[in-house]
């Protein structure tokens, strides 16, 4: 594993491309387990699932059994998209002041994210079995088996993880501190072995019983015990919260740029809907001629970014508590009133909401999120799709654990006040609510009909902006998946813009700040995964910055040419 990373780190190839299935995640195990799947016979959702929970094993600090899902399923034989929301939920007993302390103030994002309170409950297994059973072929127990051998007989920690190891220490609990650090406190070093067999025999009897065995019975009282009991904010969550839990089976959300058809998660997944409306105020300017090396296309990507980042804020929360004006966010009239507010010569003075046909009136109040999570694609040699983001939220979650698995604090999701001026939030917490995300799975068909390219993102925020730049880099600048992920990020979701430090927009941050641009130069921290049709063949991307792989059935696998000054973010 060691002379693997090595590779990884030090070598580059060309994409795998393949007739076959094609697997892109964020670890090269991970990959792996999907593509053992794959040559088992299975679907695409078959390894999907396979990946995910190999992914569980090696990349604890992302995304695992104790978070949550949104999964994407496209059909070959149908031409349709079908989607899972897997989203954590908040317990029963949660009310709109669940972040408050005892003295009556909100507490602050970060005092909120450690211990029980923040721990919504997970969904992921859920959405797995769902999307099994509309989409699997093989038994659900042999999706389990890879994941189950790297949690027993051990896997290398990879840097990422011995990375989120030191910088989070302090955050993890007794159980994790026995699996990935030493005696004297001091964590596992890049490269040392890892074993888990809590998380394999937890992993077995889930592969052996089904979800149910998760949710319902002892592991469901164990995992309560363990949010209620937490030393730090502990929760109010029942045996009964767990057993009522089920992954939803929501409308996918589509719409259209240039001649190709975007389709995405809608609420109470924010991302679909935002990246959408980026992508629609572009489209009346030429961005294919401006290209991606001229400063005035990334300051236009920022300024549509502001806007779609506003109506986000003040809109999109859970659709079974509010009222979501989806339509009339992708409305194209409204679009393009939204659109003649940006100007290729110069930065609006003032980003606000709009008033989308529809809109009930809401005062938005700005959400925190960390970039954690990790997305995985997955192509069949049928042609089915998968597209799935899965996340715990932060680094470790909330710090809590249960049989080696790392529980979210997914709740922190929500707006911690739950008015402003008089109107409540959208956002705000409720018993049984799904928490706003900025996941954004996509699917993308092309202008003849056919999948083009399925895409997802990793980074709480930045997810959106990841997706809709890549999407442009691959629709207007005919760039490669690899390539268009690979671009350097300009983030804007507000009046301050980050332009990617280490990136090709170090050198146009003067040409931007001349445009009115307020921006500043650091990392992002970035992490995307994507499958892409070209031709009649499946290849790949996997993000530079990180650890990501695309393997093909044949074994055949990338090999990145990773960015050399991007030390992974703690948070990551």
């Not at 979210?408 to 008015?419: G, H, R, S």
């Not at 995964?529 to 696998?557: C, F, I, K, L, Y």
Request: some cysteine; glycine content about 12%.
């Amino acid at each position: 594993m060691k002379k693997l990373f090595l590779l990884l780190a030090l070598l580059a190839a060309p994409a795998a491309a393949s007739a076959q299935g094609v697997v892109s995640a964020a670890d090269p195990r991970a990959a792996a387990a999907g593509t053992e799947i794959l040559n088992a016979g299975g679907s695409a959702t078959d390894a999907a699932i396979a990946t995910m929970l190999a992914l569980n094993v090696v990349e604890p600090q992302s995304a695992g059994i104790g978070g949550g899902a949104f999964f994407l399923q496209y059909d070959v034989k149908t031409g349709k998209i079908a989607t899972v929301d897997g989203r954590e939920a908040a317990p029963m007993a949660a009310n709109d002041h669940w972040f408050y302390g005892p003295d009556g103030q909100p507490l602050s994002h970060m005092a909120a994210v450690p211990g029980g309170r923040s721990v919504g409950v997970p969904g992921t297994l859920r959405a797995m079995a769902k999307a099994h059973a509309r989409a699997g072929k093989l038994p659900w127990a042999r999706l389990f088996d890879p994941a189950i051998r790297l949690a027993r007989e051990g896997f290398d920690v990879s840097p990422r993880l011995a990375n989120a190891l030191r910088n989070y220490a302090p955050h993890v609990d007794a159980g994790v501190r026995a699996i990935y650090y030493h005696a004297d406190g001091t964590p596992l070093a890049a490269g040392a072995r890892a074993t888990n067999p809590q998380q394999a025999a937890l992993l077995e009897r889930v592969a052996k019983f089904g979800p149910d065995s998760f949710y319902v019975g002892p592991q469901a009282e164990k995992l309560v015990a363990t949010v209620n009991g937490a030393a730090r904010n502990p929760s109010k969550m029942t045996v009964g919260d767990l057993a009522a839990y089920d992954a939803k089976e929501r409308p996918v959300l589509c719409s259209t740029y240039r001649a190709y058809k975007i389709c995405s998660m809608g609420p109470p997944s924010s991302g679909g809907v935002t990246v959408m409306m980026i992508l629609a105020q572009l489209e009346r300017f030429d961005m294919a001629k401006l290209g991606k090396d001229n400063p005035v296309a990334w300051h236009l990507f920022a300024e549509s970014s502001r806007l779609a980042y506003a109506d986000r804020d003040l809109y999109v929360g859970d659709p079974d508590y509010v009222q979501v004006p989806i339509a009339g966010l992708l409305d194209r009239a409204y679009l393009a009133g939204r659109s003649a507010l940006i100007s290729p010569g110069g930065t609006m003075a003032e980003v606000k909401a709009g008033t989308p046909p529809g809109a009930p009136k809401r005062i938005a109040v700005k959400p925190q999120e960390v970039p954690g999570t990790t997305s995985l694609s997955v192509v069949d040699k049928a042609g089915n799709v998968a597209q799935v983001t899965t996340t715990i939220e932060g680094a470790f979650g909330s710090g809590l654990s249960v049989d080696g698995v790392m529980l979210n604090n997914e709740l922190t999701d929500f707006d911690i006040v739950p008015e402003k001026d008089g109107y409540l939030v959208a956002n705000r917490v409720e018993g049984g609510k799904r928490p706003r995300s900025s996941m954004a799975p996509t699917i993308v068909y092309g202008p003849d009909g056919k999948v083009r390219i399925a895409i997802g993102a990793a980074g709480g925020s930045t997810i959106i902006a990841q997706v809709a730049k890549a999407l442009v880099g691959v629709i207007d600048w005919k760039l490669s998946a690899q390539d268009a992920i690979g671009l350097g990020l300009l983030y804007a979701p507000g009046k301050m813009a980050v332009a990617e430090k280490g990136t090709q927009l170090d050198a146009m941050v003067p040409a931007l700040q001349a445009l009115g641009e307020k921006v500043q130069s650091a990392p992002l921290g970035l992490k995307m995964n994507a499958v892409e049709r070209v031709g009649a063949r499946w290849t790949g991307g996997a993000d530079p910055r990180s650890e990501g792989v695309v393997m093909d059935q044949q074994g055949h696998m990338t090999v990145i040419h990773r960015v050399g000054a991007q030390p992974n973010r703690p948070s990551e």
